[in-house]
């Protein structure tokens, strides 16, 4: 229509010169109504042409932060949950903490370390084997002594929903009293090949009693073995106040005695392979995990566990039975630790057994966790044979390094995994 009107001025101004008519100097207002329309219809087309970068930028920032989130995500409580412990190693590896754990490989610095607490040492110290010790841990025997000697501390389930303690200790000799003392299962027996450790039991299930004879393991014991100097003995103040189950104790020097009567070797094979790597005591590694400020497990139907962090300290202060102190019954010190590991696995009554004893696996892989500093991390362990030690590492198949310092672990069923509490309040 415009256009129309347009012609029709020019066939009249043509009309008009051909007839001597004088062409106005100013076109009427209709067209220069028509011309600033016209004007103002040219930058609508460009303003379609500048719709493009901001399509272009609208989709950038979408892209942009997907990227990112591939080489540094966040971390919720959902990116560090084992969801279905029972699992081949391989078949899950999980996010990628390449970057992190090159970070971690590049400062450790070589150096000799206690195999089982990460402190620099000598060559002569780290050689030399650590004993393991059967610790009673039900209720009715606590406190036990000299607990808080120990370097490492294994926790699993016996029959009827106790659990036992097995502690390893490096400098033993130095120990004062120490116990009540235990009987063996076999599955403990399978966790000494972690640390080719010289074992102190009082008695023992029969598979448990099988697997010493026909591994040839290195043992004390309190029960079915003649060891001179009273190696083992009865503490009648614990036999009267808890029974003469739980009064069982030796000492540090006792049992250095009996490893020299029975001529046992107290340093390592050439050919033994320590599974645990440490930090040295002075880094203090932060692991980028979810938190876990307050680990509350319940991990039998009678026992309940609580590792509560200490900012102050940077250690996990150890509660069992539903929030008891556990604490050394000889200096009254509550146990704390800088390293947590939970171990899954299948647990369950062995057939038949008329005591209700307990197959724990220890051989195949499975899920774990990693806890320290107040945060935990999903970790893989496996084992190829139940004589070999233990291989941990992260979900991308790096090496799990340790903060220097005690470590407690913890095996427990697979089920136990959806219900562990990181952030329990009391």
């Known amino acids: 229509m415009k256009k129309c009107i347009s012609l029709l ?26 011309s600033e329309t016209i004007a103002e219809t040219e930058p609508e087309t460009e303003t379609e042409t500048e719709t493009e970068p901001e399509t272009e930028s609208e989709t950038e920032p979408e892209t942009e932060p997907e990227t990112e989130f591939e080489t540094e995500p966040p971390l919720p409580d959902e990116a560090e949950k084992v969801e279905n412990p029972a699992y081949s190693v391989n078949a899950n590896t999980g996010r990628s903490d390449t970057a992190e754990t090159a970070a971690e490989e590049e400062t450790e610095p070589e150096r000799i370390y206690n195999y089982l607490n990460g402190v620099t040492t000598t060559e002569e110290a780290q050689n030399k084997r650590p004993v393991a010790i059967m610790i009673n841990n039900i209720h009715n025997c606590l406190p036990q002594a000299n607990l808080c000697a120990g370097d490492m501390y294994y926790e699993c389930a016996a029959e009827g929903g106790i659990t036992r303690i097995m502690m390893l200790v490096s400098d033993y000799e130095n120990m004062g009293e120490v116990g009540s003392i235990r009987s063996s299962r076999d599955y403990f027996v ?71 009567y029975k001529g046992y070797p107290t340093t390592h094979d050439d050919d033994f392979e320590n599974p645990f790597k440490f930090y040295d005591e002075n880094t203090d590694n932060h692991i980028s995990g979810s938190p876990a400020t307050h680990v509350r497990m319940q991990s039998t139907s009678v026992q309940t566990v609580d590792f509560v962090y200490d900012t102050e300290t940077g250690e996990y202060w150890r509660y069992q039975y539903n929030g008891e102190k556990q604490v050394d019954a000889l200096t009254g010190e509550q146990l704390s630790v800088k390293n947590v590991i939970i171990l899954f696995t299948d647990i369950s009554v062995v057939p038949g057994d008329e005591y209700g004893r307990l197959a724990v696996g220890t051989v195949g892989s499975g899920q774990g966790y990693y806890i320290t500093n107040g945060k935990r991390k999903v970790i893989n362990w496996s084992r190829a044979d139940k004589t070999t030690p ?35 309040e009391w």
């Open 9 to 34: 001025l020019l066939l009249t101004m043509l009309t008009a010169a051909a007839a001597g008519c004088n062409v106005p100097d100013e076109l009427p207002e209709t067209d220069n109504h028509i």
């Open 190 to 260: 399978d966790f000494l090949h972690n640390h080719n450790a010289l074992y102190v039991h009082a008695g023992g299930s029969p598979d448990a009693y099988a697997k010493i004879e026909w591994r040839g393991i290195n043992n004390l014991d309190g029960v079915n073995m003649y060891l001179p100097n009273e190696a083992f003995y009865r503490d009648m103040d614990r036999w009267n106040s808890m029974g003469m189950e739980h009064s069982m104790m030796t000492t540090g020097a006792k049992i250095a005695a009996a490893i020299e």
């Open 390 to 424: 233990i291989q941990l590492e992260y979900r991308n198949g790096d090496e799990l390094i340790l903060n220097s310092g005690k470590t407690f672990i913890c095996v427990v069923d697979n089920s136990v995994a959806q219900k562990i509490d990181f952030e329990y």
